[in-house]
């Protein structure tokens, strides 16, 4: 079965390379630019990652990961918090509403697909 991945981030520019990067590994991809679309996909789409940036207008990305969090309903879906920052306060913080990894803009997009592929548990 094909892997769904969600893209929540504001910034097209990054938005359109992860998915086709995302689309050309074989995975199903949907986007969202702010934080209450990416609650609403999450529970439509019903992705298995989650890519969140924190910074996005009205719900931030801590806010979205804590509430999908909060609901065992979705305990299955991965999170990937990708965003611009990058201080030791903010990783932890992150990591602690249940982010699965942190990843820092700039990233590169090697080490980002490792992760995906990685927190999938898929061979490649």
């Given at each position: 079965m094909?892997?769904?991945v969600l893209i929540a981030d504001d910034e097209p520019n990054i938005v359109a390379a992860l998915e086709y990067l995302l689309q050309k590994r074989g995975y199903e991809v949907r986007t969202v630019h702010q934080g209450a679309e990416a609650l609403k996909e999450?529970?439509?789409f019903g992705p298995d990652l989650l890519?969140?940036?924190l910074m996005m207008p009205a719900i931030n990305g801590y806010e979205v990961c804590q509430r999908i969090r909060q609901d065992p309903a979705l305990g299955h879906v991965?999170?990937?918090m990708l965003t611009a920052k990058g201080r030791d306060l903010?990783?932890?913080k992150g990591l602690a509403l249940g982010a699965d990894a942190y990843v820092?803009?700039?990233f590169a997009i090697?080490?980002?697909l490792e992760q995906?592929?990685?927190l999938l548990g898929e061979a490649r």
């Open positions: 094909t892997k769904r999450v529970e439509q890519l969140l940036d991965k999170i990937i903010d990783v932890a820092t803009k700039p090697k080490q980002l995906v592929t990685h």
